[in-house]
């Protein structure tokens, strides 16, 4: 499909890639450029068919797709050091999370006229680092790919059969329509986890109480979410700030409301907003967005 | 170990009593009373080896234990009913979530000395009834018993060697400590889930956004917690409220501090909060709390 790609960031996600475009041959040549030791030392373990790119003056031509696997906030100097390899024919993406933002900063601060299209596969765990790469990660899953007013079509249909050959499926959107509603599917449920798992540590340093002897009531749960990388999150509620923070006064409002309803014993109406709850399960087990076992299929 | 016990309410954890107790060779007879036509279809459908009381007439003398596994809000209704099967000698039990506020309704409405000692299996998921039940569901899992001033010590001890045997690890509490606890570790998360569900539909309803569809970055976990028996958790709510709706009022203090570290991108602060949360969950999966598999082992 292509002759050179570059992936920029080799953990859970770039490494995934990776795998998986050995797998489908992708590409006859991956390149991969990471910055992390640690994460070189496991590319090579793994005997990972790539060339990492140690030179930072090594000159590349005609790589065909560029795709950045890196913190948000890193976005810009990462643009710095790969601008070199971007040519007319270059499609250059990435996999973050939140996107109105750093597309923003990118078309005003990179001068030079690039075919970015953003993706943003739905995919991953609370886990990092290549060692936890997998080459079905994205398999089924969504990936919504950002169509811009100005987007190269020719371009956008090559990453459109990218994504579709690792596995995933594909789904349209505007920065603005991903940014919201992933600020309610993913974002605001994350913040809450962390929130949660802070609130237990606020309580049991106040009660002295052991909350993780305890956790299988069902905070063990929001530990997981709450165990996802600290510096991928930071940039993920700073860059949709916006969409956060009104989801956090709906949030609140709407605790209040339930906090009201128990106070004031109104039974019917906890019930009822219990059993909504309860339908839009079985619709995302239906939808395939989860497995159809209880409790995860846990034991 | 016992001649005859009765188990009151045959839905999951009913039913993983009934199961584990065959297995276990707990009683010789075990009986159980059940009010939903449709548990006692299945019940017979699994063959498994009980009596189901049918005639609310006949009596049962020298019952060693009852165990009752239903709603909260029935426990009043239930010792009618049951009443006619306690001695002095038997053992009256429960598998309830929430404890001060139902002991002490027993202890005031029941005038006869029984011998009640609270139990909670930790154990359990979002599923109902008694085809999910299942003979290994307290293994390994802890089980509170409630050691009140005047608990008969005998009795406390056979109940220790019950649970004990069909796999439950025993931790002793008082009735203040145990509704205390696990409003953190149990009542609130649920709550917590419930109202993140219900945030997303509102904002689905008013933004007309599939929520459902991308609900795989981190919102399909919670609505596996909110898809938990509505009955079950109106009761909790309102038997543990003092609790939880203090509970409430310290989550939402956070949540405002964290929407101000957004809104000041304090990016030092945000970082400081999920790195302590990341610790939490290796602590739970050391202790053997939750699974040590990325996204639960889930597929």
Known sequence: MFKKILIVGCGLIGSSILRASIKKKISKKIYVLEKSKIHIKQIKKLRLNCEILKDPKKRITNV?????????????????????????????????????????????????????????????????????????????????????????????????????????????????????????????????????????????????????????????????????????????FLNNHKNITKGIDLFINNMRQIKKLISTKNEKKLIKIMQESKKIRKKIVSAKQDVNLPDFGRR
């Open 64 to 236: 065909d797709m560029i795709i950045i696997c890196a913190h948000l906030s890193e976005y810009l100097k990462i643009f710095k050091k790969i601008e070199k390899y971007i040519d007319k024919n270059t499609i250059v993406t990435d996999v973050g999370s939140a996107k109105e933002k750093v597309s923003g900063e990118i078309k005003t601060k990179i001068k030079r006229n690039i075919s970015w299209i953003s993706s943003h596969p739905i995919a991953g765990s609370e886990v990092s680092g290549p060692e936890f790469g997998n080459e079905k990660l994205f398999s089924g899953k969504w990936c919504v790919l950002i169509k811009d007013k100005n987007v190269n079509k020719k371009h956008l249909q090559i990453l459109t059969k990218f994504w579709t050959k690792i596995g995933s499926n594909i789904v349209y959107m505007s920065l603005k329509e991903h940014d919201h509603i992933f600020s309610i599917t993913s974002h605001i449920p994350h913040l809450v986890a962390y929130n949660m798992v802070k609130t237990a540590m606020n309580f049991e340093k106040k009660k002295k109480s052991n909350i993780v002897k305890f956790s299988a009531g069902g905070l063990r749960d929001f530990t997981r979410t709450a165990a996802s990388n600290e510096i991928m999150w930071k940039d993920i």
